[in-house]
């Protein structure tokens, strides 16, 4: 048995697929939803799960400073050199940044602030989500 309560938070990014045979290999952008969910056994004092804005602190901030409007990119992409002499904002991963990828980047930001996070579902798209859960 547990309780859990989870956030919506939105932002923009463009990424693209490397080694990708479908439309999803070109610079593209997506208006991306995040619902961040926290999980646990008992509630506190108040009967909550967690305070609602304590998520939004701990996440959505990140979100704004380091996602929102960004380039996310495979590090293998030769966009990046460019990028960086422009002095473009962008944020690398070691893997391709599908919507799965950038679900468990977000989930590992969310454990690195303590959060009791028990899943991050990234809506690419309002009909397409990835989920990202230990
Ligand atoms: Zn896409």
């Known amino acids: 048995m547990s309780f859990s309560v989870t956030r919506s938070i ?18 593209h952008g997506h208006n991306g939803l995040i619902e961040v969910t926290v999980k646990k056994r008992r509630l ?14 701990k996440i959505q901030r990140w979100v704004d400073a380091e996602l929102d409007h960004r380039m996310i990119l495979n590090e293998r992409d030769p966009l ?17 940044p599908t919507a799965e990828n950038i679900a468990r980047l ?11 996070v028990s899943s991050i579902r990234l809506w690419e798209t309002p009909s397409s ?3 990202y859960e230990e």
Request: proline letters at 5%; glycine letters at 8%.
């Open 106 to 116: 977000i989930f590992d930001h969310a454990k690195s602030e303590g959060l009791p």
């Open 44 to 57: 506190d004092r108040l009967g909550m799960v967690m305070d609602f804005s304590e998520i939004k602190t």
């Open 129 to 131: 989500a990835a989920v």
């Open 80 to 96: 990046i050199p460019e990028l960086k002499r422009r002095g473009e904002p962008y944020v690398a991963l070691k893997a391709n």
């Open 10 to 27: 939105s932002f923009c990014y463009g990424h693209r697929l490397l080694d990708y045979a479908g439309k999803c290999r070109f610079l």
